[in-house]
């Protein structure tokens, strides 16, 4: 029996890690093209690589794997590395949280994901829930954070910052968020995303922004 080098030990669990994340990726690819109710546990496993057999030794059924799913994106957008230093001046943060939000949400797989979320929240309300809480609430929130911070030193003058936050966030989607996701444009280019949160940016500054 051959020795196992140090560079291809797996430590336990990290194959039955690898094979669920194999599986979720094909899942994933499925979702986004065919939608939860046009997916198919055989087609799932066709595009995974999988037998169907394996399939089901890790998701019971499609609505658990389509939860898991949305869990994984949710970690991952929770994760996201948005800069919220207080340090840094609000016209710099919102301008550069702007682009890069914009960015996440209009890319080919968050798009999809959006769609196929929406499309099952209404039989599936705490998917939904669980979607929104921990990817836009979330963000939200942490914006709201940075502008109370902002109140404090004065460079703001908000009353309700969480109402602030998610202006800000809407009006970085205008005119690029709606058409993309009902698939009647493409995915924004940068141009156009600078161009929509620099007008967002100094519109929130106009109205928030201490006067001198």
Avoid at 160 to 165: F, G, I, P
Avoid at 173 to 194: D, E, N, R, S
């Amino acid at each position: 029996m051959l020795a196992t080098g140090p560079a291809t030990l797996l430590h336990p669990g990290d194959e039955d890690s690898a094979k669920r994340h194999q599986i979720m990726d094909g899942a994933r690819r499925v979702f986004m093209d065919m939608g939860f109710d046009g997916a198919s546990m055989n087609e799932i496993a066709r595009v995974a690589g999988v037998s169907k057999g394996t399939l089901y030794v890790y998701f019971a059924d499609k609505s658990s794997l389509f939860e898991a799913i949305v869990e994984q994106e949710s970690l991952q957008h929770g994760k996201t590395s948005f800069s919220f230093d207080p340090a840094r001046g609000a016209e710099t943060v919102l301008r550069d949280f702007g682009r890069a939000y914009i960015e996440i949400v209009c890319r080919p797989d968050g798009g999809s994901a959006v769609r196929t979320v929406m499309a099952i929240a209404e039989r599936m309300p705490d998917v939904g829930r669980r979607f929104y809480e921990n990817v836009i609430a979330l963000t939200m929130r942490r914006l709201a954070t940075y502008l109370e911070a902002k109140v404090r030193t004065n460079e703001l003058a908000i009353n309700d910052c969480e109402l602030a936050a998610a202006q800000f966030m809407m009006m970085c989607q205008a005119t690029l968020f709606q058409p993309y996701i009902f698939q009647a444009k493409p995915a924004p280019t940068p141009a156009q995303i600078a161009t929509v949160v620099e007008s967002a940016t100094q519109v929130f500054l106009a109205r928030y922004g201490r006067k001198s």
